[in-house]
């Protein structure tokens, strides 16, 4: 049984060895997080293992519904590696929170025409701010996550780095942190690649060594997110017309949510040219293609925008990231206030709007946003879930 949340409130009080650090540890169970966890014990910290239990929908049939990040085998994982280091470790219950600033965030953005990135929101809100302020409140130094990233600080204030690891680098999911997260946060597995951290783990004993990754979306019961929309919020997939730019009708669709930017199979339309899905107009409910021409992109708006050093006093050249596994391009940004117009030294295909954009100077993250829409206006955001959904 999960040891109840009120227990970890006595952390607070815990004496402090006198030259140690006490860093919480955002254990998943996995082998990033529990890695992260030995390499801290073995510096000589005082490390706490807490681990986040998340909202999930409901279950069909008698299977208990649980989050994909926090399941009870991920749960018991990371309580044998925490036994295994010799750390405490407790479970936090974050469902209500989760329930209302993350999946009620998809239902939203979905409903708006928009494909949003959960995990970029779960950093911004729930771990990186709710755990944050969670752990400083326990009178911890540090929060430390398994993400493949680092921190570094110099004169001039805390740079965000790529990982070592450049085909597991999560910078870009981390963009939105800003100085005074950056001084309280560790990324101990930051310097090592994914290999290295596996070995890491057979030397430290951890069962969890050749754990399969996780996956995203980690709220759905069986992965599926359109029939996940289906279920709460059907207008995400009301069917609507198919145009081209001048808004001439070439078919119908079966729901916004069903399609993504640069989509080319399964429109159901004839044309003398390929064609690609290049907006969502979620005001008239329509889907907008065009030929890969009319799909290129070269600049876009940013919303949401944050630095996470200093904000640029004139235009900036930087590499642009418009998804997670994208090859950075060659750009100009220009920012104002909380806002920036990105301008593309050439086409980019597959510009979406609800995903960030993050900008680097070589291996420095400097920021990002979230890319913003064309249009101005959205649709009535989606109906929030009931409270009974909350397992």
């Given amino acids: 049984m999960d040891q109840p949340t009120a227990h970890i409130t006595n952390l607070a009080d ?129 929060l430390a996550t398994g993400h493949y990233a680092r921190v570094r600080h110099d004169p001039d204030g805390y740079r965000l780095l790529q990982g070592v690891d450049a085909h597991k680098d999560q910078s870009y999911v981390l963009h939105m942190l800003g100085q005074e997260q950056l001084a309280r946060v560790l990324f101990p597995i930051g310097a090592h690649t994914k290999d290295q951290v596996r070995e890491l783990a057979r030397e430290h004993g951890l069962s969890v060594a050749s754990k399969q990754e996780s996956q995203d979306l980690c709220f759905l019961n069986d992965g599926d997110y359109r029939r996940f929309l289906h279920d709460y919020n059907g207008r995400a997939q009301q069917p609507g017309a198919i145009v081209d730019a001048s808004g001439r009708e070439l078919g119908r669709h079966e729901g916004l949510a069903l399609y993504t930017i640069g989509q080319r199979k399964g429109l159901g339309i004839t044309a003398a040219e390929p064609m690609f899905v290049t907006g969502k107009d979620a005001v008239r409910n329509t889907l907008v293609v065009g030929s890969r021409a009319e799909l290129g992109r070269t600049e876009f708006a940013v919303r949401q925008l944050n630095w996470i050093n200093h904000a640029p006093k004139e235009e900036l050249p930087a590499q642009v990231k418009i998804r997670y596994k994208a090859t950075p391009l060659p750009a100009v940004v220009t920012a104002a206030n909380s806002a920036a117009l990105v301008r593309l030294m050439e086409p980019a295909y597959g510009v979406t709007p609800g995903q960030a954009a993050v900008f680097y100077d070589g291996e420095v993250c400097l920021g990002g946003g979230i890319i913003a829409d064309d249009l101005a206006a959205g649709p009535v955001p989606a109906q929030p879930l009931e409270e009974g959904g909350l397992s």
């Fill in 14 to 142: 815990t004496p402090r060895v006198a030259g140690r650090k006490r860093i919480v540890v955002a254990m998943s169970g996995g082998v990033d997080s529990s890695v992260a966890a030995a390499l801290l014990v073995e510096q000589g910290h005082e490390v706490v293992g807490v681990m986040m239990r998340l909202w999930s929908e409901p279950a069909s049939g008698l299977a208990a519904p649980a989050n994909r990040c926090c399941t009870p085998d991920q749960m018991a994982d990371a309580r044998r590696v925490a036994g295994r280091l010799g750390i405490p470790f407790y479970v936090i219950d974050v469902r209500h929170h989760f329930r209302q600033a993350i999946v009620q965030f998809f239902l939203d953005e979905h409903a708006f025409g928009r494909t949003p990135n959960p995990c970029v929101e779960c950093n911004r809100q729930i771990r990186f701010t709710y755990l944050l302020e969670r752990a400083l409140a326990l009178d911890a130094d540090y």
